[in-house]
């Protein structure tokens, strides 16, 4: 690839490796794949999300339905307005807190349409780790709601504040969050890691690290569905298990007192998750717009992403409280909360250099060929205040009032 002759970005590399090779050197048998994962994406000033790079857009590494087309975010908007409104009424700080703003589209689109609705929040909170992305989402978002004149305050956090009430958004997150990687033996699952390959070679780091197997997966680790259906799996059978993001949801749901988490990303229950035929699993390394199957190739500067586990994520949130209230593909959500009304109210269909390129956005986000039915939407609420009037409108929320999916 072309970044192969830029002696900057491989320097990048050399340094985040050398970093990594010597926690390896450090570990007893090899580094978990997990702890490999966290700091290709996140090591402060080396990592993926830390590094400086562009990400989003056409000239990054993948475009996010958010870029896609601003009606799925105005879209999002049909379905938190109401909850804003039940606050508002209430007399309390209406809040929205999205985790990992990307690019700041979404918001953006969110906010344009939310004054429309005159439903706009009190306040907007951003939580994003990336100091790069933080400043870039500033640079947009200031510049877009002084532009459309947007009276809303906006905030940048680094923690889930200790208690919150209002509207959480998670777009494209869950699948950046570290995820180990277990393969079946013949006695037992046990968690992959990397050890130094001393014969290294290639100048994209591809064969720098070797894949090893370290300890056996305690039981209670495992995700229900692995355990209840053991003999299905044959010796070689690697996949990935999901408590870094279990964790995550769990220091969401107790942060909670009131509210809706909505979460949109791609991936499967457990038994579509784990059906054999998926023998390698779901991780895959992103850049420049391919997708790679190498998953130490050019470190520091691909993305990797594992699909989501919903089942397991779901038995966590109800462990913790929250009440799942959705569970269903993005084109059925997004055809419930009415983007299709959305997209004929705003463009005139009788205009094809308007319209075409507006409608042929929305499919790529409905279409079951593209991520209409690969990307799924689940929603929780929480309401420990025992509110009555606050669960009768989470049954009634646009996007959600279709069949709910099983999990």
């Not at 000033?45 to 601003?70: C, Q, R, V, W």
Request: aromatic letters at 10%; a negative charge.
């Amino acid at each position: 690839m072309e970044i192969l002759s830029n002696t900057e970005a491989l320097s990048h590399c050399r340094q985040l490796s050398n970093l990594i090779d010597d926690l390896v050197k450090n570990s007893e048998n090899g580094l978990l794949f997990s702890d490999y994962m966290n700091l290709v994406l996140y090591e402060p000033k080396l990592g993926y999300y830390t590094g400086g790079s562009i990400k989003f857009g056409s000239k990054g590494d993948f475009i996010t339905a958010p870029e896609i087309s601003p009606y799925f975010g105005a879209s999002i908007a049909q379905t938190i307005s109401p909850v804003i409104q039940h606050f508002r009424n209430g007399r309390h700080i209406a809040k929205i807190l999205e985790f990992g703003a990307g690019s700041g589209a979404l918001a953006s689109s969110i906010l344009l349409e939310l004054q429309q609705l005159n439903t706009l929040p009190h306040v907007y909170q951003i939580l994003e780790v990336s100091p790069d992305l933080q400043q870039r989402q500033q640079e947009h978002i200031h510049q877009f709601i002084k532009e459309h004149q947007i009276p809303v305050a906006i905030e940048w956090l680094t923690a889930m504040p200790v208690e919150f009430d209002g509207i959480i958004l998670a777009n494209e997150v869950i699948d950046a969050i570290p995820v180990d990687v277990i393969v079946k033996r013949s006695d037992a699952w046990y968690y992959r890691g990397i050890t130094i390959n001393p014969d290294a070679c290639s100048p994209s780091f591809s064969d720098h690290w070797l894949w090893t197997d370290l300890k056996v997966v305690p039981a209670q680790e495992l995700p229900r569905y692995l355990l209840e259906h053991a003999d299905e799996f044959t010796e070689g059978y690697q996949t990935e298990t999901h408590l870094r993001a279990q964790s995550w949801l769990s220091t969401i749901a107790k942060s909670m007192r009131q509210g809706l988490l909505i979460t949109i990303d791609y991936g499967f229950p457990a038994k579509e998750y784990y059906h054999p035929q998926r023998s390698q699993g779901t991780l895959i390394a992103h850049h420049q717009h391919h997708s790679i199957d190498d998953l130490f190739y050019l470190p520091g500067l691909c993305d990797l992403t594992a699909h989501v586990q919903w089942s397991s994520l779901n038995q966590v949130a109800q462990a913790q409280g929250l009440e799942l209230i959705a569970y269903l593909s993005q084109g059925a959500y997004l055809l419930d909360a009415g983007i299709g009304e959305l997209l004929l109210a705003n463009v005139d269909m009788h205009d094809p250099k308007q319209f075409l390129p507006q409608s042929n956005a929305l499919q790529k986000l409905i279409s079951e060929a593209e991520m209409g039915e690969l990307f799924k939407v689940a929603a929780w609420s929480m309401n420990r205040l025992q509110d009555k009037s606050l669960d009768e409108l989470m049954n009634t929320l646009p996007g959600f009032r279709g069949r709910m999916r099983l999990l």
